[in-house]
C-alpha cells in the first residue's frame, strides 16, 4: 500500500517582551554641558512606536521624539541632552525628563517608559554684591557711597533692609529692592556722617543688612 500523507500543525511561541530600554536612568549634567542615552525596541512592533520626550526648561533634549518602525525598531537611537545655561543659582536641581509613548500596536501603546533623573551643577551661587568694604564720610563735609546688586536672577523680588549700628551716619534709603528684572543693576546708597557738637577723634560705624525673600 502507498503511505498516505499528513499534515503536523506547529505552532511557533515567541519569547520577545515587548519593552522600550533606555542605556541610563540618571545622571549630572553641569550647565552647558551635553549628556545622553540611548533608547531601544526589545521586539518588533507591528506599527510605529513613537517616544516623546517631555521636560522642563532647564534642559533641552534632541530628538524631541523617536520614532520606531517595524523595518528599523531593533536599532538604538542617541538622544542629547544639554543643560541650560541661565542666570539663576539653580545648583542640586533635579530634573525629570518623562517619556510618554504612543502606537497602534496595543501592547506597545500600553507600555511605561522608564524616566530620566538629571542632577543640575550650577556654578551660578545666590548672594548680594556689595561693591565697597569701607568708605570715609566727614561730618558736615564729605558724604561717599557703596551700591548693591544680586549675583543671580532670583525667582521673586529681594528686599534688602538696611540700617546702622551706632548712629553715626545716615543713609539715603532703608530699603532696596531686586526683582528678577533688575536684580543685576546696581543701586546707590549714599552715607552721610551725622554733624554733632560732640568733639571726636575718627571713629566708625555699621551698616546693617537684612535680606527678605519669598526665593
Known amino acids: 500500500d502507498a503511505l498516505g500523507s499528513s499534515t503536523v500543525e506547529i505552532t511557533v511561541k ?7 530600554l533606555v542605556s541610563d536612568t540618571g545622571f549630572e549634567l553641569a550647565e552647558g554641558e551635553i ?7 526589545t521586539a518588533r ?8 520626550m517631555n521636560h522642563g526648561d532647564d534642559i533641552s533634549v534632541l530628538p524631541s521624539e523617536v520614532v520606531f518602525t517595524s523595518a528599523q525598531w531593533s536599532l538604538p537611537v542617541p538622544v ?22 504612543s502606537s497602534l ?15 543640575l551643577v550650577d556654578d ?23 551700591t548693591l546688586k544680586l549675583e543671580s536672577m532670583p525667582t521673586n523680588d529681594v528686599t534688602i533692609s538696611m540700617g546702622v549700628g551706632n548712629s553715626e551716619v545716615t543713609l539715603s534709603v532703608s530699603t532696596v529692592v531686586f526683582t528678577p528684572a533688575d536684580w543685576n543693576v546696581a543701586q546707590n ?5 551725622i554733624d554733632d ?11 546693617l543688612f537684612t535680606v527678605v525673600s519669598a526665593d
Open 35 to 41: 549628556g545622553g542615552y540611548l533608547i531601544s525596541l
Open 105 to 119: 500596536d496595543p501592547t506597545f501603546a500600553m507600555l511605561d517608559v522608564p524616566s530620566i533623573a538629571i542632577l
Open 14 to 20: 515567541s519569547d520577545d517582551v515587548a519593552s522600550v
Open 189 to 193: 546708597i549714599v552715607v552721610d556722617a
Open 124 to 146: 551660578t551661587v545666590a548672594g548680594i554684591l556689595c561693591n565697597r568694604v569701607a568708605i570715609t564720610v566727614i561730618e558736615g563735609g564729605a558724604t561717599d557711597y557703596f
Open 80 to 101: 542629547s541632552i544639554i543643560a541650560v545655561v541661565d542666570d539663576f543659582a539653580d545648583s542640586g536641581e533635579e530634573i525629570q525628563l518623562i517619556h510618554s509613548i
Open 45 to 52: 512592533p507591528s506599527a510605529d512606536v513613537t517616544v516623546s
Open 197 to 207: 557738637t560732640v568733639i571726636e577723634v575718627w571713629h566708625t560705624d555699621d551698616v
